[in-house]
């Protein structure tokens, strides 16, 4: 059974940091490319980055650009979403995903109907 737990979410002030992570059981993992969304209350879910399967290629929406970093260990099958800067409006319950790629995760998906598996979600509160 495919799983995504996420964790590292809290709360935090403005202008802080945290470290999202988001270990994955699918396999292989490099077949995946890995994304974060979130949703805020009261609004749709957001695409907020991806990776591609080596690494080397990562996309993010402009609200998080300088400020968020997504990166993977492929030998831990695992995601993360370093956020610095953190604003009140990044206030959302943050979502791992995946979509599955063959061979490699080598698309950089933005639209949350291309991703296979989701994560339960991680609260993320920034109090000003």
Do not use: H
């Not at 993992?29 to 749709?44: D, H, L, N, V």
């Not at 300088?66 to 099958?77: L, P, V």
């Not at 800067?85 to 490699?104: G, H, I, N």
């Amino acid at each position: 059974q495919v799983q995504l737990v996420e964790s590292g979410g809290g709360l935090v002030q403005a202008g802080g940091s945290l470290r999202l992570s988001c270990a994955a059981s699918v396999q292989p993992f490099i077949s995946y490319t890995m994304g974060w969304f979130r949703q805020a209350p009261g609004k749709e879910r957001e695409f907020v980055a991806a990776i591609n399967w080596s690494g080397g290629s990562t996309s993010y929406t402009d609200s998080v650009k300088g400020r968020f970093t997504i990166s993977r260990d492929n030998r831990k099958n695992t995601v993360y979403l370093q956020m610095n800067s953190l604003k009140p409006e990044d206030t959302a319950v943050y979502y791992c995903a995946a979509d599955r790629q063959r061979p490699f995760g080598t698309v950089l998906t933005m639209s949350e109907n291309e991703y296979d598996y989701w994560g339960q979600g991680t609260q993320v509160t920034v109090s000003s």
